[in-house]
């Protein structure tokens, strides 16, 4: 019912910027609430940015002051504004969607997209 679809992935050099995309279709009510979550290999996945209906914002530790998380309601679009890039970012990163958030997790059910590679060299 819901589908999503990421963009915007590919190679970066360290202290570079990259801004990633995420198309949403089907119902919108699932997808009020939107995120990126990223997962490196051999480690677990963790929550990047998430935004609510209310357009409230919420990001990890490790990326705040560099990363923006924004929608365009309009486009049903979500997107990943990042900067001042680090090796560290390397990972695949997520978009994710869902009618309510209580933190990191979505109440209830979650849509996945594909995922979208960001390495970052040094």
């Known amino acids: 019912q819901v589908q999503l679809v990421e963009s915007g992935g590919g190679s970066v050099q360290a202290g570079g910027s990259l801004r990633l995309s995420c198309a949403a279709s089907?119902?919108?009510?699932?997808?009020?609430?939107m995120g990126w979550f990223r997962q490196a290999p051999g480690k677990e996945r963790e929550g990047v940015a998430v935004?609510?209906?209310?357009?409230?914002?919420k990001y990890g530790d490790s990326v705040k002051g560099r990363f923006t998380i924004s929608k365009d309601n309009g486009k049903n679009t979500l997107y990943l504004q990042m900067n001042s890039l680090k090796p560290e970012d390397t990972a695949m990163y997520y978009c994710a969607a869902g009618s309510a958030l209580a933190g990191w997790l979505f109440v209830d059910n979650t849509y996945w997209g594909q995922g979208t590679q960001v390495p970052v060299s040094s």
């Open positions: 935004i609510d209906r209310d357009g409230s914002t």
């Open positions: 089907g119902d919108t009510y699932s997808t009020k609430c």
